[in-house]
């Protein structure tokens, strides 16, 4: 059994920052892409962010120059730094992780952490 846990959402004002955490645990073989994803209200969810188990990174459009995605590996743990917060990132934000248990590989997501911004 694999689980996410993500915190670090909360309330904040435009301009203002926030740092986003998720913890893998369970029969962990190894892990390979983590990311960041987020809903808002009425929408699909959308990428935010992904990093590789090696360090490489990708971003949406939207969050390229405020938002930061790390990784942890001995902690199984991913991270997202938010700057410069607007409005429009209100939305609940998903943890995703490819995952090895075993042999068999897994897409595995958290329960999610709503982040609101106000203006």
């Known amino acids: 059994q694999v689980q996410l846990l993500e915190s670090g959402g909360g309330l904040v004002q435009a301009g203002g920052s926030l740092r986003l955490s998720c913890a893998a645990s369970g029969s962990i073989f190894s892990i390979g892409v983590m990311g960041w994803y987020r809903q808002a209200p009425g929408e699909q969810r959308e990428l935010v962010a992904t990093i590789t188990s090696g360090g490489s990174t990708n971003y949406a459009d939207s969050v390229k120059g405020r938002f930061t995605i790390s990784r942890d590996n001995a902690r199984n743990t991913v991270y997202l730094q938010m700057n410069s917060l607007k409005p429009e990132d209100t939305a609940v934000y998903y943890c995703?992780?490819?995952?090895?248990?075993?042999?068999?590989?897994?897409?595995?997501w958290g329960q999610g952490t709503q982040v609101t911004v106000s203006s």
């Open positions: 995703n992780a490819l995952i090895a248990v075993v042999t068999s590989w897994g897409d595995y």
